[in-house]
């Protein structure tokens, strides 16, 4: 579907609406709902700043290894968006992540993943989760959960912004940020589905101190013989 449309405003809608799931991506027309969820927190006490250093509270750092061969640190925030985030670990608990891959990737927008399926349209058979909106701006890193025009529909699918969507605040619940590894996020293939989609080998929490995941290495060639070399139709 293209977006026609012109004022930061209208451009902060229609960016809105890409990320959100297949059912409002299919609409002609999407229609812009007023959203009535109470915020985590106010502005005046909100935490915005996320501590880099991966060596404190380990328990809420998500490590994601990807098929490029990189590892991402993403904060995660319970301070803004304590469901979600306790979402987010029972899965990775599970082991659901590991394998799927990003399956919509929008260069200069986002980057996004958490679909079993592959397809946009899949989940966790957990029930949705209930909105955390909350004043985490969307800027370059910031992770985020995908929904559909439902504010009460994310339920496994996530996003990672690459550069700052303001017009997504307030809109969707962000509940991380990358504190290592952006340029690996940078890497993952564009396309919606990619035709050589990055996939997450392995996703797990810096306090299970498993080792980094690394794709397969390409088959070796077949080495060369005395007998290949006799037998060779070459001239």
């Given at each position: ?55 404190h509270d380990r328990e ?138 990055t996939r997450i080998l ?34």
């Open positions: 579907m293209k977006f026609r449309v012109s004022g930061s405003f209208a451009l902060a809608a229609a960016l809105s609406a890409m990320i959100a799931g297949p059912a409002l991506a299919q609409k002609e027309k999407a229609e812009v709902r007023p959203f009535d969820v109470q915020r985590v927190e106010s502005s005046k006490s909100f935490p915005y700043a996320v501590d880099v250093d991966q060596s809420n750092i998500l490590l994601l290894d990807l098929s490029n061969g990189g590892r991402v640190a993403i904060r995660l925030m319970p301070q803004w968006a304590p469901h979600h985030v306790e979402r987010i670990k029972e899965l990775v608990g599970q082991g659901f992540y590991n394998g799927i891959i990003f399956h919509r990737v929008i260069d200069g927008f986002m980057a996004q993943t958490g679909d079993p399926t592959g397809t946009g349209q899949g989940g966790s058979k957990l029930p949705d989760l209930t909105a955390e909106f909350n004043d985490a701006p969307h800027v370059r890193g910031t992770v985020s959960m995908a929904r559909t025009d439902d504010p009460n529909s994310a339920n496994s699918q996530f996003f990672i912004v690459f550069y700052p969507r303001m017009g997504l605040d307030h809109k969707y619940t962000a509940f991380g940020r990358v504190i290592a590894g952006m340029d690996v996020v940078d890497a993952i293939q564009r396309g919606e589905p990619p035709a050589n989609p392995q996703a797990s929490l810096a306090s299970d101190n498993k080792p980094q995941a690394m794709p397969a290495a390409p088959a070796a060639a077949p080495a060369i013989t005395a007998d290949m070399l006799r037998n060779s139709k070459s001239n």
